[in-house]
């Protein structure tokens, strides 16, 4: 018999099966008005999950994509910014803004570890010259949640600075509010916790930044972000839409009004702390223990298991796709993701797969000992 496969990495993740059958529809030309009022529809229920009265933007591409647009479409060639570099994709901020001529200042952060805001505070207060913050709500690379609140706090005092968030795992999971604390541009992607495959991004822009975009003399096309919103008010994509995507889109946008946003907070919260409290009562470590994210867990692997045997054994043996860690943290962690469509069993289910197959390589482990203490939170009422 065909063994059942389990996604449990941070993207792509678990698609609903509504999801799925809604972009299953036969397909309808991306100029019809059909589409135009899904679009409609998709341009609210946005704001709604960005917690914000703004457009916010969409392009088909990965998040990466917005990533790039954030920098190309806000800055001029030679602009210094700070980047907070505590991870891959804090890395690919910098590795973006060095592609266009943008000078990024690197704040170095111990990998597993959230960036202290006074560090970028006391870079501001040195050099009033520098024109955006580059940082990750949540470091999908490392399982770190960064202090998104306090730096927009600080940023804010700067008319000539921007805070440029990438939320592409944390949006959706835990409190981002773009208005509300004064964010200034935030990117997020499909394949986290909207449930959908990857292919969409997003930006939201704040006013701030758009006296920024106005300003910009960095060469851009596709993702260009005043062409966008010119279309996007007309309940139009500016090139041709990922109509089936968008058609997931804003069933997997039902979904989450339909939970509410606290209530879906609460639950990746929950799911979060299972998960870390399963893999704590095994004798594990967690790799971000100051400030873990509710998106993924990132776990130590204890000394003599090679943290790439433990996710190809769960995935070859026991069909769970979990993630294991790159670049510096390749062998020495792996990940364990809780975002979007998931639920109790999803994390019962792979703290006992994950007991086997430590076991299996050699570390002692007492059988449902990780289950139970995971179960005892799950249990609880959100």
Known sequence: MQKKYYLLAPGPTPIPPNVLAAMAEPIIHHRAPAFVKVLEEVRERLKYLFQTKTEVLMFAATGTGAMEGAVTNTLC???KTLVVRGGKFGERWAEICEAYGVVPKNIDVEWGEPVDPQIIADELAKDPAIRAVFVQASETSTGVMHPIKEIADIVKKYDNTIFIVDGISGLGVFELPFDAWGIDVLVGGSQKSLMLPPGLSFAAVSDKAWSFVEKSDIPKYYFNFKKELKNLKDNQTAWTSAVSLVM?????????????????FKRHAKLAAATRAGVKAMGLELYAPTSPSDSVTAVKAPAGVDGQKVVKILRDKHNITIAGGQSQAKGKIFRIAHLGYFDTYDIIMVISALEMTLRELGFAVELGKGVQAAAAILEKDI
Do not use: V, Y
């Open 77 to 79: 060639k030679g602009d």
């Open 248 to 264: 997931g889109l804003n069933e997997s946008l039902k979904m989450i009004q339909a939970e509410g946003l606290d209530n879906a």
